[in-house]
Nanobody, 126 residues
Framework: QVQLVESGGGLAQTGGSLSLSCAAS????????MGWFRQAPGKEREFVAS????????LYQDSVKGRFTISRDVAKNTVFLQMNSLKPEDTAVYYC???????????????????WGQGTQVTVSS
């Protein structure tokens, strides 16, 4: 069973930065593609960024390109999301997700992901 635990959310001002972490545990997790999604109140969950199992390939939603960076420490089974130049519209609960496809690349389709964390709140004040 794969478990994902997010940390690092909180409150930031417009233009500020926050860093999220997702600690993954479970069999095979080091070979799975992983991603970050977010859900704002009253809105559907949306893709933010994803990363391949090796960390060599990444994919971003257009609205976060150039501001957010996804990375992973394969040895520590941890995925990070560095968020810079934050905007009020980035306010949401952020979820870490992992697929169950060994040696997979990044993907934006939430349906590809099998495991989800509990979420961490990110609030950006204007």
């Amino acid at each position: 069973q794969v478990q994902l635990v997010e940390s690092g959310g909180g409150l930031a001002q417009t233009g500020g930065s926050l860093s999220l972490s997702c600690a993954a545990s479970g069999r095979g997790v080091s070979s799975f593609g992983m991603g970050w999604f977010r859900q704002a109140p009253g809105k559907e969950r949306e893709f933010v960024a994803s990363i391949s199992w090796s960390g060599s390939s990444t994919l971003y939603q257009d609205s976060v390109k150039g501001r957010f960076t996804i990375s992973r420490d394969v040895a520590k089974n941890t995925v990070f999301l560095q968020m810079n130049s934050l905007k009020p519209e980035d306010t949401a609960v952020y979820y870490c997700a992992a697929d169950d496809l060994p040696y997979s690349g990044p993907a934006a389709d939430g349906g590809r992901y099998e495991y989800w964390g509990q979420g961490t709140q990110v609030t950006v004040s204007s």
